[in-house]
Structure formats: structure tokens, C-alpha cells
């Protein structure tokens, strides 16, 4: 009896995702200003991702058209701790809405990068927005594998 109890609980932990977090921040360990750590993240499906607002003035929102297609889109109003489930296949790019100029994006990576035609394809529109530290698109798209 207490061997299946113990079997339960390691079944109930197994099908249900782990959660990870990403912190908003005005500089993170490397120097960088106004930026998501970590800016890249790779998850499963039905994995979680919680959004923690460490400095304030922050946002997570995911970009349109640089999602999954099936993907539910997401919105953290400013200074909102927010955990977003991802249960669709894919590239998910996301903004901080306010800091966007300053290249305040990230990417998340759910299981494989089926969608990463249309990410290549969609990109631009995001870059154009960027002033300063564009070159952080590149560099998180490449960590994609
Ligand atoms: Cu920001």
C-alpha cells in the first residue's frame, strides 16, 4: 500500500509540467540594460513559464504573428507577475512593451521549432521597432536548436 502510494505521487509529478521563471529587469549579471533573465529559454510542452516583475516598470507580451498560429497570446499589464502555460508546439517570441525600443524582447523555445519559417518570415516588423541592441534578435534566435 505505501509502495503504490509512493508510485501515485511520482505519476501526478511526471504528467505535470515544471514551471520556469523569467525575471524582468533593469540590468542583469552580464551588464545588459532593460532585458528578460534569461532572454532564451527552452521548454517542454505544458510547461510553465511565470514572469516576475524583480525591478519595476516591466511587462511580458507576446508579439502577434511571432507565436504559434494556435498559440493563446498573452498580456502582463506593468509590474504583473504573470504565468503563461505552453501547451502549443513552437517559437514564441515576447516584448516588454514599454522597453521595446530599447530591445527588451525574449524567446522561448516549446519543444520543436516547427513554426520558425513563419518567425523568419514575421521578424522584421519586430526589428523595426528596436533602436538600440537590435542585435539581440539575432542572438536569441540563434540559440533556437
Ligand atoms: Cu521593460
Not at 502555460?85 to 530591445?103: D, K, M
Request: charge should be negative; include cysteine.
Amino acid at each position: 500500500m505505501r509502495n503504490l502510494t509512493f508510485l501515485f505521487i511520482f505519476v501526478t509529478l511526471s504528467v505535470s509540467g515544471e514551471n520556469f521563471n523569467i525575471k524582468m529587469v533593469n540590468t542583469d549579471s552580464s551588464g545588459q540594460i532593460m532585458v528578460f533573465d534569461p532572454p532564451f529559454l527552452r521548454v517542454n510542452v505544458g510547461d510553465t513559464v511565470t514572469f516576475i516583475p524583480s525591478d519595476a516598470l516591466h511587462n511580458s507580451k507576446s508579439v502577434l504573428n511571432l507565436i504559434p498560429s494556435t498559440a493563446a497570446p498573452w498580456e502582463g499589464a506593468m509590474d504583473e507577475k504573470i504565468t503563461v502555460e505552453f501547451n502549443v508546439e513552437g517559437i514564441y517570441v515576447y516584448q516588454c512593451t514599454p522597453h521595446i525600443a530599447l530591445g527588451m524582447i525574449g524567446v522561448i523555445q516549446v519543444g520543436n521549432p516547427v513554426n520558425l519559417p513563419e518567425i523568419n518570415e514575421n521578424i522584421s516588423s519586430l526589428e523595426s521597432l528596436i533602436a538600440i541592441n537590435k542585435e539581440r534578435v539575432k542572438t536569441y534566435l540563434s540559440k533556437i536548436n
